[in-house]
């Protein structure tokens, strides 16, 4: 049955009495994984030996800072994750991602992360930085947990399951990190490694660029993301970059 949300990633199939072995038409069933059909979507130039270093769709320019910054961790602990993968009937997604996970030996498909929903009483301040964004509709601020060993492989980003759905309005996606970098954390937005980063630290990019993440350090990582339809304010808040004093918001 189609779930009411109506997410691309789903088909709009129900078995017939009687069935045999059909299966259900769907572009990525024509590519060896659901994350091939996804680059199709972006215009990036995935070549593998570009140099991204200045690529104007990853932008590292923007910085909180402040006594509330260095203390966030005290809003963010004790963290309580939800739900990490939103699976639904008759979700292609999920039959494309764990029958590739299958073939190449990943043994489950909890590995990416946890998450908890930005909470403007118990996170004042992370909401400060939302609101300061001004996003005009569709924000989704989230704050993610990164474990010791947890990953998430090379992908072009889908927002299969957004408000907005599958990109019907322009994205922007911002990632603020809640802790200073440690040794065996490590980001990839296109060819360009993201490391050494301080709390605070954002990183703003096109939805358009793949990137992977990992951590392979001693400590679990802690990142605020947003994800929304921007106003004009928002682009130019981005593009203006620089330090923004979060005790004064």
Known sequence: MKNEKENISEFNWVL????????????CLAYDSYYDWLDTFSDY???????DTNNPDINLSLKFRGNAIDNIMDEVLPFEPEQTKNIYKNDIKAAMVSSWYM??????????????????EKHPTLQKIVDWFEFESGINPTIMEKNIGQWE??????????????????????????????FGQMMFW??????????GDSLNYDIKVPHCTANCSRFKRYSLRLTGVPSENTLAKIAAGGEINVDLL
């Open 45 to 51: 130039h995935f070549d593998k030996y570009a140099d």
């Open 190 to 199: 296109g060819t360009k490694p993201v490391v050494q980063w301080k709390a």
């Open 103 to 120: 073939r190449n030996r990943v043994g489950t498909m909890d590995h990416v992360g946890y998450k908890q929903t930005v909470d403007p």
């Open 16 to 27: 017939p009495k009687g069935h045999k072995n059909e299966f259900p038409d769907h572009p």
């Open 153 to 182: 492989g090379w992908h072009v980003d889908g927002h299969t399951g957004h408000p907005n759905g599958y990109r019907q309005k322009p994205l922007v996606r911002c990632i603020i990190h809640l802790q200073d970098w440690q």
